[in-house]
T-cell receptor, first 112, second 116 residues
Framework: KQEVTQIPAALSVPEGENLVLNCSFT??????LQWFRQDPGKGLTSLLL?????REQTSGRLNASLDKSSGRSTLYIAASQPGDSATYLC???????????FGTGTRLQVTL | EAEVAQSPRYKITEKSQAVAFWCDPI?????LYWYRQILGQGPELLVQ??????VDDSQLPKDRFSAERLKGVDSTLKIQPAELGDSAMYLC???WGTGGNTYEQYFGPGTRLTVT
């Protein structure tokens, strides 16, 4: 059974800092990995999708990397802003139906 | 920009009552997912449809939960009877398809259920 772990569970940084969120998974036979953002009481917003054949994806100030062999992914956020404050969820797609297994998330707070 | 629609956004119900949630996926998306998210945890898949067929319902508590997608477009998730432990956010998502490694899931705003 796939298990996804996200570290740290919570993180507080001052505005402008670069930061890294970590995601690890137990079964390396994945189809893809997706990073989501969730604001309190809201649904999920997809940030980046990395296919199993890719090593990284970039969107604006966000960069996600994938190392299948070690079962790890990182989400790098450059020049953090207060608007980046949210919970970030990592989800791994496995099986022929690309079932997503989620981590418990990292709650990020960017302070002024 | 196309979005996944869900209703209601919030629902308060008493235990033992029936409750239903509705989801309208992005137009053209063949695959539809229902997730349950307990506060402080990641979403957990309840049921997955490919068109009108169920692909995975292994985590759906079938004694009280049911889901349908009759015409392969919108979907309804029902709970009867509701229990206190069902209080959670119910999220609907859709994607173009499954298989391979290219299908990105898009989520709706969710329905927050409180069972009293």
């Amino acid at each position: 059974k796939q298990e996804v772990t996200q570290i740290p569970a919570a993180l507080s940084v001052p505005e402008g800092e670069n930061l890294v969120l970590n995601c690890s998974f137990t079964d390396s036979a994945i189809y893809n990995l997706q990073w989501f953002r969730q604001d309190p009481g809201k649904g999920l917003t997809s940030l980046l999708l990395i296919q199993s054949s890719q090593r990284e994806q970039t969107s604006g100030r966000l960069n996600a990397s994938l190392d299948k062999s070690s079962g790890r992914s990182t989400l790098y956020i450059a020049a953090s802003q207060p608007g980046d404050s949210a919970t970030y969820l990592c989800a791994v797609g496995t099986g022929t139906a690309s079932k997503l297994t989620f981590g418990t998330g990292t709650r990020l707070q960017v302070t002024l | 920009e196309a979005e996944v629609a869900q209703s209601p956004r919030y629902k308060i119900t008493e235990k033992s009552q029936a409750v239903a949630f509705w989801c309208d996926p992005i137009s053209g998306h063949a695959t539809l997912y229902w997730y349950r998210q307990i506060l402080g945890q990641g979403p957990e898949l309840l049921v997955q449809f490919q068109d009108e067929s169920v692909v995975d319902d292994s985590q759906l508590p079938k004694d009280r939960f049911s889901a349908e997608r009759l015409k392969g477009v919108d979907s309804t998730l029902k709970i009867q009877p509701a229990e206190l432990g069902d209080s959670a956010m119910y999220l609907c998502a859709s994607s173009w398809g499954t298989g391979g490694n290219t299908y990105e899931q898009y989520f709706g705003p969710g329905t927050r259920l409180t069972v009293t």
